[in-house]
């Protein structure tokens, strides 16, 4: 009977074909029930995350905001210092002690403003590292909770490059540009009030420039926004790239194509530079249009303030206040045009980001996850399952499959290519939920249970050894962390992996490279053994662990492996057919479904889909 359970829901595609790119090969078309991503942003809304981030530092975040309006308090102060300068100084024809002491204001007009910029850089900056830090770490946890088929739909190295070239951005808005922006606005507001309390006929000819910046600012924004958005992703194909061929190097050379390589580099690079080009483009004819407007206005209205002193009606050192904050007013709203490309830009990978964030996994634990019985038996069962690949609807890689492994039990699964066998270990350990049907462990229902509590029952044998570039003792210890040297040390001698690894420079403490680039392949395959005893979990998986070693290392490999099943429940994917004539029960897979199963010897008698295999595979070994 066919235990029913709610259907999985559709897994949203890769956010690289949302943005329009390929998501290689085997993936569905957008015709084929994609999702579309949301739209660039329009507006600085993404950045609210950002906001939220730094609010978690709500006193760093107030020592920023008093250290900025001190400077920007500081630099508005000083066109009323000249003017004290020019008509209380110069203008007064008093002694040099009265003219020093405007002076001495002035000076202590600029330390403040020193100091003052100093402790705003140093605290923005520690907002800007601490904020991207935080952020960092929250996408990377929710990564850590996303099903691997996640990442199978979307670019590991797509990711890894929004995780540094956006949050780089980030930083950047929070450590300098949001700093920015706000002290030009203060000065701003700050600059045009003192230009109404200094003159207020001319002052009020500014109202006439807010219309004429806004509107050039809105209707280039929009463009820029998307622009911007483009620049990012090109920015990430490169990173993306970059990854890929260097971590496929040694096939890159092995077949010649470093020239093709750098061709496509260098077609990706230049992608990147036109949309960055074009970003610069409309970022210089935005800014060139609102400082002549800005500055074309200021200089008519000093203009018409020059008439005014040469007819007497405005003393010198108020219409040289007038022209300082001028001037800075002038060039605090250039600056805010400028930054808010920057904001735009920053709003634009903050966006990136959120979706990693808030990513939801497909295969999630319940509300109230049913506890596996204790002690665990390392019962599995697989009831009337069939299961489709998101990325291949069309096709079932199992169909109405039905297969009990009894505790203790070591079975086989054998058959072509594509017929399902690596699927049974992707539902075992709750990487994907079946569209039909059941999986239990212990007899509970996979789905009714935490996965984390599911995988701590299995330990996992690939067929080629995945290593971390960390140490042996790390790698080692990777299944159960808190094991002592001592239970590292039996694991080792019952993987054959002892000798080896004492002969290491440091031993245990040895750093093994990149992928464990530093062992053979044999190496790699005892270590990851080991790391399967440490374990010590009642269901082991074995994806054909020797099926790509030496005699010698298969042969050290295959003792190992034998003292590993002993008194588990055992799947072992067999590839290689002399490997599991020993299984308690062989399974044969052809299409999505159980053909035979059996012994050996009666499989190979029954002269069905197991013994044209066998008797190729044992020929051409005779041959």
């Given at each position: 009977?066919v235990?029913?359970?709610?259907?999985?829901?559709?897994?949203?595609?890769?956010?690289?074909?949302?943005?329009?790119?390929?998501?290689?090969?085997?993936?569905?078309?957008?015709?084929?029930?994609?999702?579309?991503?949301p739209?660039?942003?329009?507006?600085?809304?993404?950045?609210?995350?950002?906001?939220?981030?730094?609010?978690?530092?709500p006193?760093?975040?107030?020592?920023?905001?008093?250290?900025?309006?001190?400077?920007?308090?500081?630099?508005?102060?000083?066109?009323?210092?000249?003017?004290?300068?020019?008509?209380?100084?110069?203008?007064?024809?008093?002694?040099?002690?009265?003219?020093?002491?405007?002076?001495?204001?002035?000076?202590?007009?600029?330390?403040?403003?020193?100091?003052?910029?100093?402790?705003?850089?140093?605290?923005?900056?520690?907002?800007?590292?601490?904020?991207?830090?935080?952020?960092?770490?929250?996408?990377?946890?929710?990564?850590?909770?996303?099903?691997?088929?996640?990442?199978?739909?979307?670019?590991?190295?797509?990711?890894?490059?929004?995780?540094?070239a956006?949050?780089?951005?980030?930083?950047?808005?929070?450590?300098?540009?949001?700093?920015?922006?706000?002290?030009?606005l203060?000065?701003?507001?700050?600059?045009?009030?003192?230009?109404?309390?200094l003159?207020?006929?001319?002052?009020?000819?500014?109202?006439?420039?807010?219309p004429?910046?806004?509107?050039?600012?809105?209707?280039?924004?929009?463009?820029l926004?998307?622009?911007?958005?483009?620049?990012?992703?090109?920015?990430?194909?490169?990173?993306?790239?970059?990854?890929?061929?260097?971590?496929?190097?040694?096939?890159?050379?092995?077949?010649?194509?470093?020239?093709?390589?750098?061709?496509?580099?260098?077609?990706?690079?230049?992608?990147?530079?036109?949309?960055?080009?074009?970003?610069?483009?409309?970022?210089?004819?935005m800014?060139?249009?609102?400082?002549?407007?800005?500055?074309?206005?200021?200089?008519?209205?000093?203009?018409?303030?020059?008439?005014g002193?040469?007819?007497?009606?405005?003393?010198?050192?108020?219409?040289?206040?007038?022209?300082?904050?001028?001037?800075l007013?002038?060039?605090?709203?250039?600056?805010?045009?400028e930054?808010?490309?920057d904001?735009?830009?920053g709003?634009?990978?903050a966006?990136?980001?959120?979706?990693?964030?808030?990513?939801?996994p497909?295969?999630?634990?319940?509300?109230?996850?049913?506890?596996?019985?204790?002690?665990?038996?390392?019962?599995?069962?697989?009831?009337?399952?069939?299961?489709?690949?998101?990325?291949?609807?069309?096709?079932?890689?199992?169909?109405?499959?039905?297969?009990?492994v009894?505790?203790?039990?070591?079975?086989?699964?054998?058959?072509?290519?594509?017929?399902?066998?690596?699927?049974?270990?992707q539902l075992?350990?709750?990487?994907?939920?079946?569209?039909?049907?059941?999986?239990?462990?212990?007899?509970?229902?996979?789905?009714?249970?935490?996965?984390?509590?599911?995988?701590?029952?299995?330990?996992?044998?690939?067929?080629?050894?995945?290593?971390?570039?960390?140490?042996?003792?790390?790698?080692?210890?990777?299944?159960?962390?808190?094991?002592?040297?001592?239970?590292?040390?039996?694991?080792?001698r019952?993987?054959?992996?002892?000798?080896?690894?004492?002969?290491?420079?440091?031993?245990?403490?040895?750093?093994?490279?990149?992928?464990?680039?530093?062992l053979?392949?044999?190496?790699?395959?005892?270590?990851?053994?080991?790391?399967?005893?440490?374990r010590?979990?009642?269901?082991?998986?074995?994806?054909?662990?020797?099926?790509?070693?030496?005699?010698?290392?298969?042969?050290?490999?295959?003792?190992?492996?034998?003292?590993?099943?002993?008194?588990?429940?055992?799947?072992?994917?067999?590839?290689?057919?002399?490997t599991?004539?020993?299984?308690?029960?062989?399974?044969?897979?052809?299409?999505?479904?159980?053909?035979?199963?059996?012994?050996?010897a009666?499989?190979?008698?029954?002269?069905?889909?197991?013994?044209?295999?066998a008797?190729?595979?044992?020929?051409?070994?005779?041959?």
């Amino acid at each position: 009977m066919v235990s029913a359970q709610t259907p999985p829901k559709p897994r949203r595609r890769g956010f690289l074909a949302r943005n329009g790119r390929d998501n290689g090969p085997g993936e569905g078309s957008p015709g084929e029930g994609a999702q579309e991503g949301p739209p660039p942003a329009r507006n600085l809304g993404p950045l609210k995350m950002v906001g939220q981030a730094a609010l978690s530092y709500p006193g760093k975040l107030a020592l920023a905001g008093i250290a900025l309006c001190i400077t920007a308090a500081a630099t508005l102060a000083i066109p009323s210092g000249f003017r004290l300068i020019i008509d209380r100084g110069f203008g007064s024809g008093g002694d040099a002690q009265d003219i020093g002491r405007w002076f001495e204001y002035l000076l202590t007009i600029v330390g403040v403003l020193a100091v003052g910029t100093a402790l705003r850089f140093y605290f923005v900056s520690w907002l800007g590292e601490r904020v991207v830090a935080d952020i960092r770490l929250k996408v990377q946890a929710n990564l850590l909770r996303l099903a691997p088929g996640f990442f199978e739909e979307n670019s590991p190295s797509e990711i890894a490059s929004r995780m540094t070239a956006d949050t780089t951005l980030i930083e950047q808005v929070v450590g300098t540009t949001v700093s920015v922006a706000l002290r030009n606005l203060i000065i701003a507001i700050g600059g045009t009030a003192y230009l109404f309390v200094l003159l207020p006929g001319l002052a009020g000819g500014l109202l006439i420039l807010i219309p004429l910046v806004v509107v050039p600012l809105r209707l280039f924004g929009r463009r820029l926004r998307s622009v911007a958005r483009t620049s990012q992703d090109r920015v990430a194909d490169v990173g993306a790239m970059v990854s890929e061929v260097l971590g496929a190097m040694k096939i890159v050379q092995a077949f010649n194509q470093e020239q093709r390589e750098s061709g496509r580099f260098a077609a990706a690079v230049e992608r990147t530079f036109a949309t960055a080009r074009r970003r610069i483009l409309i970022r210089a004819i935005m800014t060139a249009i609102i400082i002549f407007m800005v500055f074309g206005a200021i200089t008519l209205l000093m203009w018409r303030g020059a008439v005014g002193v040469s007819e007497g009606t405005i003393t010198g050192g108020t219409i040289a206040a007038f022209v300082i904050t001028g001037g800075l007013v002038a060039g605090s709203f250039g600056s805010l045009t400028e930054v808010y490309g920057d904001l735009l830009r920053g709003a634009g990978a903050a966006s990136r980001l959120n979706e990693l964030l808030h990513m939801e996994p497909d295969v999630a634990p319940p509300a109230r996850p049913q506890a596996l019985p204790e002690p665990p038996r390392g019962s599995l069962a697989f009831q009337n399952v069939t299961f489709r690949y998101p990325t291949r609807l069309e096709t079932a890689a199992l169909k109405d499959f039905t297969l009990v492994v009894e505790p203790g039990e070591t079975v086989a699964i054998v058959g072509p290519s594509g017929a399902g066998k690596s699927t049974i270990f992707q539902l075992a350990e709750r990487f994907y939920d079946p569209q039909a049907g059941t999986v239990r462990l212990d007899g509970v229902p996979l789905i009714s249970a935490d996965p984390a509590e599911i995988r701590r029952r299995i330990a996992y044998v690939p067929q080629e050894g995945v290593l971390f570039a960390a140490s042996a003792r790390d790698n080692l210890r990777y299944g159960n962390w808190g094991a002592s040297d001592e239970a590292i040390w039996e694991a080792a001698r019952a993987a054959n992996a002892e000798q080896f690894l004492k002969a290491l420079p440091q031993g245990l403490d040895t750093f093994l490279g990149e992928g464990g680039a530093r062992l053979s392949g044999g190496q790699r395959q005892r270590i990851a053994i080991a790391r399967a005893v440490l374990r010590a979990a009642p269901v082991l998986l074995l994806d054909e662990a020797t099926s790509a070693l030496d005699a010698e290392s298969e042969r050290l490999v295959q003792q190992a492996l034998d003292r590993l099943m002993k008194d588990r429940t055992t799947l072992v994917i067999a590839h290689r057919l002399a490997t599991v004539r020993a299984a308690d029960r062989i399974v044969v897979m052809e299409d999505g479904r159980i053909v035979e199963q059996g012994r050996h010897a009666d499989l190979t008698a029954a002269d069905g889909l197991y013994a044209r295999l066998a008797k190729l595979q044992f020929h051409d070994t005779a041959a």
